[in-house]
Structures are given as C-alpha cells and as structure tokens.
C-alpha cells in the first residue's frame, strides 16, 4: 500500500481519470505525467510503476472505453432475440457509442484514432472481439436460417465490411452531423437479405 493510502489499482485508475479529464481541458498533446502525478498527490516516479510514458497512460484511457464498449456489445450478443435483429442491435450500439464519443469526449477520440492508425495492441483486441461477436451472431443467424453449407466466416466478413463505414474513426468522425442510423439498417437488412438470412 502506498503512502498515499490507495492501493496500486486505486492510483492507477485515478491516473486515468485525471488523464481524461486533463485532456478535455487542455488537449491530449499537452497531457503530462507530472501533472497527473500533481493532481493525485503522488510522485512522478509512482505513476512510472503504472505507465512507462505519457503515450501508454493516453492508451490506457482508450483502452478503458473500449472495454467498457466490448462489455455492452457481449450483453446483446446474449440477449435472447431474433439474431439478425441482435447483428443490428450490435451495429448501432458500435455506431452511438463511437459517435456519442466523438462528440463528447473529441480529445479522447483524437487519441484513440492515433492508437488505431499505429494498431496498438489494445486496438487489436478490441477489432478481435468485436469480429468474435459478429461471427457468433452470423452463426446464429446461419442456423435459424436453416442454410446449408453456409461459411459464417464470409458471412461475417461481408456484413462487417458492410457496417465498416459507421464505425471506423476516421469515417465517425466525417459523418458527424449526419442522421446515419436509418442507412445503416437499410444496408444491413439488403445484406442479411443478399446472404438469405432471415430477417
């Protein structure tokens, strides 16, 4: 235990915290160490224990949303509904929550597009997840389906290259004062209809 009472985990997520609210203030460019070290009264050298440099405590902060992200997209994976309308569900909610994070938090997103063009390892995990669940989901589909010699690889691969547009940084971030929802369920219903899923 610390000197300042606070566990190890505890100063770590309070260092994100202040990460992210430092960089709401004043830009993730201008983000320092030594500042977030002031802000929870502790040493520099501590948060070294936790961060090796500025750019991993900016990935840590990314990483925390994503997985919080992953977490509500596994609940709708589970959810007990039709699949094709669970492969909409699960599209729209990348969509708000990458468009709701653009808008509220724009430093944050700046930060997290410059770890997916450099394809962090966080970033990773997190399109392997995502491409975990979406195959889960075809799979399902394929099954109600009933469809025969069916590959939900591929199925996977064309309603994710389908629905790409909606959530890809760069892209959410074009878009942002466009109604985009309805487009999105009008490609993925002519999609899962293309592929003879049951809609």
Same mark, same amino acid.
């Given at each position: 235990?610390?000197?300042?009472?606070l566990? @190890?985990?505890?100063? /770590?997520?309070y260092?994100?915290?202040? @990460?992210?609210v430092?960089?709401?203030?004043?830009?993730?460019?201008?983000?320092?160490?030594?500042? +977030?070290a002031?802000? &929870?009264?502790? #040493?520099?050298?501590?948060?070294?224990?936790?961060?090796?440099?500025?750019?991993?405590?900016?990935?840590?902060?990314?990483?925390?949303?994503?997985?919080?992200?992953?977490?509500?997209?596994?609940?709708?994976? %589970? /959810? /007990?509904?039709?699949?094709?309308?669970? +492969?909409?569900d699960? @599209?729209?909610?990348?969509? %708000?929550?990458? &468009?709701?994070?653009?808008r %509220?938090?724009?430093?944050?997103?700046?930060?997290?597009?410059?770890?997916?063009?450099? #394809?962090?390892?966080?970033?990773?995990?997190?399109?392997?997840?995502?491409?975990? $669940?979406?195959?889960?989901?075809?799979?399902?589909? +394929?099954?109600?389906s009933?469809?025969?010699?069916?590959?939900?690889?591929?199925?996977?691969?064309?309603?994710?290259?389908?629905?790409?547009?909606?959530?890809?940084p %760069? &892209?959410?971030? $074009?878009? +942002?004062?466009?109604?985009?929802?309805?487009?999105?369920? $009008?490609?993925?219903?002519?999609?899962?209809?293309? &592929?003879?899923l049951?809609?």
């Amino acid at each position: 235990m610390p000197r300042t009472g606070l566990s @190890a985990e505890e100063i /770590r997520n309070y260092a994100i915290d202040a @990460a992210l609210v430092k960089m709401r203030e004043v830009g993730f460019e201008k983000v320092r160490l030594s500042d +977030i070290a002031k802000e &929870l009264n502790v #040493s520099h050298a501590a948060l070294y224990t936790h961060f090796k440099d500025k750019s991993d405590l900016l990935d840590a902060v990314s990483e925390r949303w994503l997985l919080e992200l992953d977490e509500k997209l596994e609940i709708i994976c %589970r /959810r /007990r509904k039709d699949a094709c309308e669970k +492969i909409y569900d699960w @599209a729209l909610a990348i969509h %708000r929550a990458k &468009l709701e994070k653009v808008r %509220r938090d724009p430093e944050l997103y700046r930060a997290f597009d410059e770890a997916a063009k450099e #394809s962090k390892p966080f970033v990773k995990n997190h399109l392997e997840t995502i491409h975990r $669940q979406l195959l889960s989901l075809v799979e399902e589909a +394929i099954e109600k389906s009933n469809l025969q010699n069916a590959s939900a690889e591929e199925m996977m691969e064309i309603i994710g290259t389908a629905v790409v547009a909606f959530h890809h940084p %760069r &892209l959410v971030a $074009q878009f +942002i004062n466009e109604k985009r929802e309805k487009l999105l369920r $009008q490609i993925i219903n002519s999609v899962l209809k293309g &592929l003879g899923l049951k809609a």
